[in-house]
Nanobody, 115 residues
Framework: QVQLVESGGGLVQPGGSLTLSCAASGNISWFYTMAWYRQAPGKQRELVAGITSGGSTNYADSVKGRFTFSRDNAKNTVYLRMNTLKPEDTAVYYC?????????WGQGTQVTVSS
């Protein structure tokens, strides 16, 4: 079964940038959709951004204009470029891939935005 592994999280000051990576152990083209979710302490997991196999993207209103979701099929990796980070972006970020009844998650990577 394909596994997803996130990396790139860390501590960053407000206004800073980070790029998260999600590497798949198999071909990411197998997934119909891939997405980044996040979960802050005491809150429900929420969708941050998604991308279809055709390359169409969608973003949560809270991150539009600041975050960019991209994919590199040759490397079987998707990325989330996060600019102008705010303290409210602090959360564990999870990579997700879906195809039919298959719904795979990575282990998550912590992003902390603080001065």
């Amino acid at each position: 079964q394909v596994q997803l592994v996130e990396s790139g999280g860390g501590l960053v000051q407000p206004g800073g940038s980070l790029t998260l990576s999600c590497a798949a152990s198999g071909n990411i083209s197998w997934f119909y959709t891939m997405a980044w979710y996040r979960q802050a302490p005491g809150k429900q997991r929420e969708l941050v951004a998604g991308i279809t196999s055709g390359g169409s993207t969608n973003y949560a209103d809270s991150v539009k204009g600041r975050f960019t979701f991209s994919r590199d099929n040759a490397k079987n990796t998707v990325y989330l470029r996060m600019n102008t980070l705010k303290p409210e972006d602090t959360a564990v970020y999870y990579c997700n891939g879906r195809r039919g009844f298959s719904n795979l998650w990575g282990q998550g990577t912590q992003v902390t935005v603080s001065s």
